[in-house]
């Protein structure tokens, strides 16, 4: 129930002119407040305050708001940095050695270094 500031005010004011207007003749007719021997009066007006809360309160009642939960996100996996794989590579071994003159069946081959690697 949407309550405008135009309701409250009429609520206000037919709430003033009951208790200015129509109570005191009730009461006069009745032999006055001061001559009631019961707390009729006292209860009746508990009774028209409790109401008038309810409905002038209800416009200050804050309205629940509803909204999406929480969008949460599990927490990244944690990075591992690994270093390069090292190849071993073998280092070649060579070596330098001397090769004595010989004969190729037609020539003379004249001596000379050469190398070999393994």
């Not at 208790?19 to 003749?25: D, G, I």
């Amino acid at each position: 129930m949407k309550l405008t500031k135009r309701a409250i005010a009429g609520v206000l004011i037919a709430g003033f002119l009951a208790t200015f207007l129509a109570l005191p003749p009730a009461a006069e007719a009745g032999g006055g407040w001061h001559g009631h021997s019961g707390a009729g009066p006292f209860w009746g007006g508990v009774a028209f305050g409790a109401i008038t809360v309810l409905v002038v309160g209800a416009a200050f009642v804050p309205r629940p708001v509803y909204v999406a939960p929480p969008v949460v996100y599990p927490p990244p996996p944690p990075v591992v940095y690994q270093p390069a794989p090292v190849v071993y590579q073998p280092v070649p071994v060579c070596s330098s050695y001397w090769v004595n003159t010989y004969w190729n069946g037609y020539q003379w081959v004249p001596g000379y270094w050469t190398q070999a690697c393994r």
